[in-house]
């Protein structure tokens, strides 16, 4: 185990009062948070039962407790909270669902979802959708700034804005009556639970002996009231950011919330940390350089004494496909001359579509890697399919997951027969579900349809006690049996192997949710637990479970990319319009742009590779494409140009489908 530098001791020894630890990339404060948990178990006798630590991603909540294992012993680190700020958010609620008016297993629920639920709003109310994507963000930056529909209403400015707060409480009326949640909500909810009821605030802080939050310069609004409220009192708590990290303007993060801090807590004591142990000291120049681009606040001077490194590259491709296969081949040489195995390498890219070239070419070279993020798994047709079955068995309530369902596999149940069932419900005050097995609903449908209607309810009835009762994984199982979902697949795909490889993808759904409940430390986990943390994970960030031991080349966006590192890192489409963002030009909001790269380029220990595309196919169109004006604020001296071929000659040699095979030939050579 490292030592700590005298400053992170301080640290992580200050338990007398609010802490707020402000350092760059790479000095550690991630690690001042691990070994400040095991300290306050350890010396301060603090019961694991009453930390939580907060961090911004799954990955990264995962990273941090299995950081912290490795410092305890035995049943030390039992009942330790680390996770996300929504998922303590979701832990609340789960516990105190009863008083904020929700039943047991309420669902999330996701993007998608509040999409088609405004959608619908609109077209009853409006006749029509116009400007549902703008209401539906006011309607979020109104949640994340804890205002509620009446009040958005008195402050609205503007038909736009009035039209808005009115859908907006429509919306949330109709949310309830489903007995779910949006993401935000997440937040929002627990915040004014605990602002109504202090009696409820009182047990929570009381549990919370000791607070420690990640990531800091990330928290938005809603955030940050959440952590004041449960920390008010004994101010027990110890906050690590970066301001020159804070990527998250477009979820309301607002980097002033370290400023805020100060005047909230005056008995706040900051510790500045300067010392970098991950970077080669040409790359922290390189960050460094890029940052100073940016108006500051706070001065931080950060050296390494890892060495200078190697030069960093700077590689043009003649197109996008080219960039992608320099990249791949690259590491596959690297790989076999090497021997580093795979999962040193990481690909960062600003936008997730970008990935999608980049997993061919992977795929092609038979190069193992990693994708996070993205719509890779969770936004697969059966994966949502299912999911829906799953929301549906667990809160039948939720009229969406019940539309998403009803026809899949075909149950020949058409629009005219849903729009009547709907009529009938909402006369009902029933939910969809509810109403389909209504002796009353014989009047409005033909006998045909509400038997169809009926068998289904009865069936899922069935299926829901089973769960309950029973094994809900086998129960599940069988479900996908009985509703022969294979052949409806079969039906929907274009080849057999792929109706493999999609039937391949719902075992594996059914696995993630057999594992998440047979993980759970204290081994009380229901199914409506298990589910809503799949939904969950699934919405923060849209990954793929991650498997034991697994390695590959580790691919993600810039965003996901927070917090972690890797020997090697290659940062692909450094191109005006991808990176600084087309939007934040327009906007001209390209600040928040250098810091994603300051996050991407902090990433890497000690290779850095930047790459970047003449032309790219765009919308069908060949366009040309301009360097990002961010590699001109490197310093020049430190950069290696490399020209317009796309690989490097042995490299290239070794072209074609077996080019595995010609690489191992060439270097046994
Ligand atoms: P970021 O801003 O990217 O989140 P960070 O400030 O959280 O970075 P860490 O991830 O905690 O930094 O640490 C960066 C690396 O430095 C890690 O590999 C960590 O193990 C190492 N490290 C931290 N402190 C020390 C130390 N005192 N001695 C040696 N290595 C250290
Ligand atoms: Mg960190």
């Known amino acids: 185990m490292s030592k700590l530098n005298p400053r992170q001791q301080e640290a992580v020894n200050y338990i007398s009062g609010p802490l707020l630890v402000l350092a760059g990339a790479g000095s550690g404060k991630t690690s001042v948070i691990t070994r400040k948990i095991a300290y306050l178990i350890q010396q301060c006798g603090i019961s694991a039962r009453h930390i939580v630590a907060v961090t911004f991603t799954n990955k990264a909540a995962r990273e941090m407790k ?15 909270t680390v996770s996300t700020f929504h998922n303590l958010g979701l832990n609340i609620i789960r516990r105190e669902h009863s008083l904020l008016g929700y039943k047991p297993g309420f669902s999330i629920f996701d993007d998608s979802d509040v999409k088609s639920l405004l959608t619908d709003i609109m077209q009853k109310e409006y006749a029509g959708d116009d400007g549902a994507d703008e209401i539906k963000n006011l309607i979020s930056q109104w949640k994340n700034d804890l205002i509620l529909p009446d009040e958005a209403l008195a402050q609205a400015r503007g038909t736009k804005e009035q039209t808005a707060a009115i859908v907006y409480s429509h919306y949330q009326r109709t949310l309830k009556a ?44 809603s955030q940050y009231l959440l952590v004041k409220l449960l920390v008010k009192e004994r101010a027990q708590f110890t906050v690590v950011g970066d301001d020159d990290q804070s990527i998250y303007a477009w979820r309301g993060a607002r980097p002033e919330n370290l400023m805020q801090l100060k005047e909230d807590f005056p008995s706040l004591k900051v510790i500045m940390l300067e010392q970098n142990y991950r970077s080669t000291g040409r790359i922290l120049k390189c960050a460094n350089t890029l940052i100073s681009n940016n108006p500051h606040e ?39 001359r090497s021997q580093r195995p795979y999962s040193d390498f990481a690909i960062l890219y600003r936008g997730n579509y970008q990935a999608k070239i980049m997993e061919l070419k992977l795929q092609v070279h038979k190069i193992p890697y990693r994708l996070s993020g993205g719509t890779s798994f969770f936004g697969r047709q059966e994966v949502k399919d299912l999911m829906s079955y799953f929301r549906l068995l667990v809160n039948p309530d939720d009229d969406n997951a019940f539309l998403r369902v009803i026809n899949v596999p075909r149950r020949e149940i058409g629009s005219t027969t849903l729009e009547k069932l709907s009529t009938y419900a909402t006369e009902r005050q029933v939910s969809l579900y509810e109403a389909s097995a209504e002796i009353g609903l014989s009047e409005h449908l033909g006998p045909r349809y509400t038997e169809r209607l009926s068998r289904f309810k009865h069936y899922m009835d069935k299926l829901r006690q089973r769960c309950f009762s029973d094994d809900p994984i086998l129960a599940l199982k069988d479900m996908i049996i009985d509703i022969d979902y294979e052949n409806w697949i079969r039906q929907n795909s274009s080849s057999e192997k792929a109706c493999e490889f999609r039937m391949g993808n719902v075992w594996f759904l059914i696995d993630a949710l057999k594992n998440t409940l047979e993980r759970d430390e204290a081994g009380d986990m229901t199914i409506e637990e298990a589910i809503a943390k799949l ?47 087309r939007s934040s ?48 604020e490197l310093p020049s001296e430190d950069l290696q140009w490399e020209g317009l071929e796309e690989a490097p000659v042995e490299v290239k040699a070794a072209r074609g489908n077996s080019a595995l095979a010609d690489i191992r030939a060439m270097l046994k050579k």
């Open 178 to 221: 489903y007995n779910a949640v949006d993401f935000d909500d997440l937040i929002l909810q627990p915040v004014k639970l605990f602002q109504n009821h202090p009696d409820v605030l009182d047990k929570w802080r009381n549990r919370i002996r000791y607070m420690l939050v990640d990531e800091y310069q990330d928290t938005n609004a």
């Open 298 to 336: 706070f001065v931080k001077e950060l050296w390494s004494d890892m060495g200078f490194g190697d030069e960093i590259r700077v590689i043009r491709c003649r197109n996008e496909d080219a960039e992608a296969e320099r990249i791949a081949l690259e590491i596959l040489t690297e790989h076999l």
């Open 66 to 80: 299995e950081r912290v294992t490795a410092l305890l012993r035995g049943a030390e680190g039992h009942g330790l």
């Open 535 to 581: 939904v969950l994970r699934d919405m923060l960030e849209r990954q793929e479970e991650d498997e034991d031991g697994a390695e590959g080349v580790q691919m993600m966006t810039l965003h996901a990319s927070k917090g972690l590192e890797f020997p090697s890192v290659y940062i692909m489409g450094m191109e005006e319009e991808i990176l600084p963002h």
């Open 585 to 632: 030009i327009e906007t001209d909001t390209i600040e928040e742009e250098r810091r994603l790269a300051y996050v991407g380029i902090t990433r890497a220990r000690r290779n850095l590779t930047f790459t970047f595309a003449s032309k790219r196919k765009q919308y069908g169109e060949t366009i040309e494409c301009t360097p990002s004006r961010f590699l001109d």
